[in-house]
């Protein structure tokens, strides 16, 4: 998706009164750090730490050099190198949805629990899909150990497409060198991945202020190999941050530039990213608000402004649609957020193909939020206009009273044009006579075609017993006396 211009909400006075309240946060409040070992590698950098407190406190130069250290651009690379990402400002992708914790059954449509199988077809679907640029493991594979899940996931991803793979359930320093062990064995050694690399991750703050020892060496250590390792902050409002927006955006604010800050001060030039993922609760149940509201756009443009001028590459949330079933009410929601992360200009959108607030995936809901996104997309990209499709010879060879259906013009020019893959452009006879099917109902043969038809491009001779090896050597470590599990 090639960008437009980005629509903002904030004025520049506005934008510098929240990022001068973001730096007094992270001066004089800071962020608590759950790792002793980043934490006295901090205490070198020019951070303020207190180790009995585990509190980082980050002077404002700090902060700014941070900012500054971080590249602007960086490639997200894919086993085909024509699917590549390159992350450089100038068009957005689609990821899929993350590690949800239920499954509509793609024969039966019940919801149940997913398995590794689950992932490995819906990645093959997703491969399939020219709209997903890169992969997130969009079901938990709940049929394997829990402490193996995050290198199963990875597994069953790399394995089913050649499309970058976003390895956002590696949350700990010692999964996170196993993941990168994969990714070696694929790439073809450390340096060929620091040049390409397939994978990238991101770690998510834990609200108000804080990250946990796993994901922070996590980050780290994906630094250290060359890989994109971004930040993430999911602070749901009213509940672990602040109910105004302006609040709101100074703590995510706060939490992302901190991440950033000891990700640059420990791995200088590392590539990293901005990820403001904003939820608000729900002033009835205390649960997470499954209604998307214009608080929540708000929020995701105004971060994005933050981004930018930061020049930070911006990975924002989209889709996750509060609805049970695609109708009317996911197709509005989604809608709605896919817009405001299209007119953001965000160079990673996720995450597509869930329901009930990202908590179940749904085959049918996938390629409809393909579809939606190719739809909004389209109507931001703008249109050439040159001597070619000005078209003025043709219209004037055509003439008053003429038509155009049989010029060379039209011929050339017509595949164009958008066109409905799911929503209905049958007669209201023919949509009687089909059994009066609706968008879902396409999307779903769809689907069942994919899978049915679709090979994913193999794996290097030897590779895929490798990674399985690679998972069976962690799995000893996490059994031994002493292992991290």
């Not at 971080?70 to 690379?77: E, K, Q, S, V």
């Not at 993941?179 to 064995?185: G, H, L, N, P, V």
């Not at 996590?218 to 250590?221: F, K, P, Y």
């Given at each position: 998706?090639p960008?437009?211009?980005p629509?903002?909400?904030?004025s520049?006075?506005?934008?510098?009164?929240?990022?001068?309240?973001?730096l007094?946060?992270?001066?004089?409040?800071?962020?608590?750090?759950?790792?002793e070992?980043?934490?006295?590698?901090?205490?070198?950098?020019?951070?303020?730490?207190d180790?009995?407190?585990?509190?980082?406190?980050?002077?404002?130069e700090?902060?700014?050099?941070?900012v500054a250290l971080?590249?602007?651009?960086?490639?997200?690379?894919a086993?085909n190198p024509?699917?590549d990402?390159?992350?450089?400002?100038t068009?957005?992708?689609?990821s899929?949805?993350g590690?949800?914790?239920?499954?509509?059954?793609?024969?039966t449509?019940?919801?149940?629990?997913?398995?590794?199988?689950?992932l490995?077809?819906?990645t093959?679907?997703a491969?399939?899909?020219?709209e997903?640029?890169f992969?997130?493991?969009c079901?938990a594979?709940t049929?394997?150990?829990?402490p193996?899940q995050?290198?199963?996931q990875?597994?069953?991803?790399?394995?089913?497409?050649a499309?970058?793979?976003q390895?956002?359930?590696?949350f700990?320093g010692?999964d996170?060198?196993w993941?990168?062990?994969?990714?070696?064995?694929i790439?073809?050694g450390?340096?060929?991945?620091?040049?390409?690399?397939i994978i990238?991750c991101?770690?998510?703050?834990?609200?108000?202020?804080a990250y946990?020892a796993?994901?922070?060496e996590?980050?780290?250590?994906f630094?250290?190999?060359g890989v994109?390792?971004?930040?993430?902050t999911?602070?749901?409002a009213?509940?672990t941050?602040?109910t105004?927006?302006?609040?709101?955006?100074t703590q995510?604010?706060?939490e992302?530039l901190?991440?950033i800050?000891?990700?640059e001060a420990?791995?200088p030039?590392?590539?990293?990213?901005?990820?403001?993922?904003?939820?608000?609760?729900?002033?009835?149940?205390g649960?997470?608000?499954?209604?998307?509201?214009p608080q929540?756009?708000l929020f995701h443009l105004?971060?994005?402004?933050?981004?930018h001028?930061y020049e930070?590459?911006?990975?924002?949330?989209?889709f996750?649609?509060?609805?049970?079933?695609?109708?009317?009410?996911?197709?509005?929601?989604?809608t709605?957020?896919?817009?405001?992360?299209?007119l953001?200009?965000a160079?990673?959108?996720?995450?597509?193909g869930?329901?009930?607030?990202?908590?179940v995936?749904s085959?049918?809901?996938l390629?409809?939020d393909?579809?939606?996104?190719?739809l909004?997309?389209?109507?931001?990209?703008?249109?050439?206009?040159?001597?070619?499709h000005?078209a003025?010879?043709?219209?004037?060879?055509?003439g008053?009273g003429g038509?155009?259906?049989?010029?060379d013009?039209?011929?050339?020019h017509?595949r164009?044009?958008?066109?409905?893959?799911?929503?209905?452009?049958?007669?209201w006879e023919e949509?009687?006579?089909?059994?009066?099917?609706?968008?879902?109902?396409?999307a779903?043969?769809?689907?069942?075609a994919i899978l049915?038809?679709?090979t994913p491009?193999p794996l290097?001779?030897g590779?895929?017993?490798?990674l399985?090896?690679?998972?069976?050597a962690?799995?000893?470590?996490?059994?031994?006396p002493?292992?991290?599990g």
């Open positions: 998706m960008f437009g211009r629509w903002e909400v904030l520049e006075n506005a934008l510098d009164a929240i990022h001068g309240a973001t007094a946060v992270l001066e004089r409040v800071g962020l608590e750090i759950g790792s070992r980043i934490l006295g590698a901090l205490a070198g950098t020019g951070a303020h730490v180790l009995a407190k585990r509190r980082v406190r980050f002077p404002p700090m902060v700014e050099q941070a971080a590249p602007r651009t960086f490639l997200m690379a086993r024509r699917l990402c390159p992350i450089d400002g068009q957005g992708y689609l899929l949805d590690t949800a914790a239920e499954i509509l059954d793609l024969s449509g019940a919801r149940r629990a997913p398995t590794k199988r689950d490995e077809e819906a093959r679907v491969d399939a899909l020219p997903i640029a992969l997130w493991p079901v594979a049929d394997v150990p829990v193996l995050p290198l199963h990875l597994e069953a991803q790399l394995a089913n497409s499309k970058h793979v390895a956002m359930s590696i700990s010692e996170a060198r993941a990168i062990e994969m990714a070696r064995t790439a073809g450390e340096e060929a991945l620091r040049k390409r690399p990238s991101y770690q998510c703050s834990l609200s108000p202020l946990d796993g994901p922070i996590a980050a780290v250590a630094a250290e190999a994109p390792s971004g930040f993430v999911m602070a749901v009213t509940a941050a602040p105004t927006l302006a609040g709101y955006l995510v604010n706060a992302l901190g991440g800050a000891i990700i420990l791995v030039g590392a590539p990293t990213f901005y990820g403001p993922y904003g939820a608000f609760m729900d002033l009835w149940s649960g997470l608000n499954l209604a998307w509201g929540e756009t105004a971060a994005a402004q933050l981004a001028r930070l590459p911006l990975n924002i949330g989209a996750g649609t509060g609805a049970k079933t695609s109708d009317w009410h996911a197709g509005v929601q989604n709605v957020s896919c817009t405001a992360a299209v953001a200009c160079d990673m959108i996720c995450a597509c869930t329901l009930y607030g990202s908590r995936f085959y049918e809901q390629l409809l393909t579809e939606m996104f190719d909004v997309a389209g109507q931001v990209e703008g249109f050439p206009v040159t001597e070619e000005l003025l010879d043709v219209i004037e060879a055509v008053p038509h155009f259906l049989a010029q013009h039209t011929r050339a017509m164009e044009l958008w066109t409905a893959r799911f929503l209905g452009r049958e007669s949509w009687e006579a089909a059994g009066h099917l609706e968008p879902r109902d396409r779903r043969e769809r689907a069942r049915a038809g679709h491009l290097d001779d590779v895929a017993e490798e399985l090896r690679i998972i069976d962690r799995e000893r470590e996490l059994s031994a002493g292992g991290d």
